[in-house]
């Protein structure tokens, strides 16, 4: 089994950044592909970035350029740095786990209990 703990959510304006994290414990190693959704009330969860094992990241279009996925694989923590959030960004943010490699498609066996951002205008 593994467990995913995430945090760092919060309230912020538009044009201001948060960073993400999450921790996992269990059954974790560095073989594990992550990424980060999120969802809000009345919509699918959507994928917002992902890492493989290799460190290579994928972005949703409409976070490019704004946020960055990395992982420590010495501390078993995801981050996800986000910069000039939008009220658009605003929701409740997962990170996933899972030794296949799914991208964007929510699949992951392992989920997180979510940290919620807030994006006001």
């Known amino acids: 089994q593994v467990q995913l703990v995430e945090s760092g959510g919060g309230s912020v304006q538009a044009g201001g950044s948060l960073k993400l994290s999450c921790i996992a414990s269990g059954a974790i190693d560095a073989a594990f592909y992550l990424a980060w959704f999120r969802q809000t009330p009345g919509n699918e969860r959507e994928g917002v970035a992902s890492i493989t094992i290799n460190g290579r990241s994928s972005y949703a279009d409409s976070v490019k350029g704004r946020f960055t996925i990395s992982r420590d694989n010495t501390k078993n923590t995801l981050y996800l740095q986000m910069n000039s959030l939008k009220p658009e960004d605003t929701g409740m943010y997962y990170c996933?786990?899972?030794?296949?490699?799914?991208?964007?498609?929510?699949?992951?066996?392992?989920w997180g209990q979510g940290t919620q951002v807030t994006v006001s205008s």
């Open positions: 996933a786990a899972d030794r296949s490699m799914l991208d964007f498609f929510p699949g992951y066996k392992y």
